[in-house]
């Protein structure tokens, strides 16, 4: 039997949305940090019991995984998508902005929302099927770049997302969050640069 199916509901457990839980569940984690947050302090910005909250999630490590993937979601993948849909410039100079936006919201992200990052960067070691899932959707966006690439001339024929997978691997270092510390150095950007040039040796059509 499942845990909670012991614990009486009390006169404030009224249906929760999964956004609601979320929602408090993103508070309380800012406040506190992703360690010191229980299942208990969510509930209670609620006003319910947190035997409520187990009927939605099984523990308090799945609604820090449904937390985290939102803010993936909300945070990373959709302002990249945007750059999917400007008009204007060559498919490589789209790649490059595209690369360097990621980059960017990494870096800002580890100054500025410290608590969110921290747990994104925890949940990366953990949930690592989720992070795959985010990971795949990003190298899909910048596979349909460099197909369009190939389609102006610009980039050489090949296997577009076997080209997107290596390229993101290749700069990972400049935003996978177990490289945060690395950011802060004075080099990083000429780093950066560096090795864009050598990937864009690999990518570029020859013809």
């Not at 400007?86 to 100054?111: N, P």
């Not at 608590?115 to 994104?120: A, C, G, K, V």
């Not at 945060?180 to 990937?199: G, K, Y």
């Amino acid at each position: 039997m499942n845990a909670w199916l012991l614990i009486p509901m009390t006169a404030h457990d009224l249906p929760l949305s999964r956004e609601a839980i979320l929602d408090a569940a993103e508070q309380v984690l800012r406040r506190f940090g992703p360690d010191k947050t229980s299942v208990v302090d969510i509930a209670k910005v609620l006003k319910v019991s947190h035997g409520t909250l187990y009927r939605h999630f099984a523990s308090k490590a799945s609604i820090r995984e449904a937390v985290t993937e939102r803010w993936l979601h909300q945070s990373i993948t959709i302002p990249l998508s945007a750059i999917m849909d400007e008009d204007g410039g060559s498919a490589v100079e789209r790649l490059r902005l595209w690369m360097e936006t990621l980059i960017r919201l990494k870096r800002t992200f580890s100054i500025e929302d410290a608590e969110m990052f921290s747990m994104y960067a925890a949940v990366t070691l953990i949930e690592v099927e989720m992070i795959s899932a985010h990971v795949n959707r990003l190298i899909a966006q910048m596979g349909q770049l460099i197909e369009w690439g190939m389609q102006a001339g610009d980039i050489k024929s090949g296997d577009s997302a076997q080209m997107a997978r290596a390229v993101f691997l290749a700069t990972s270092r400049f935003h996978h969050p177990a490289h945060a510390q690395e950011w802060l150095q004075d080099s990083s950007t000429a780093d950066f640069d560096a090795v864009w040039q050598l990937v864009l040796t690999g990518l570029l059509s020859r013809e």
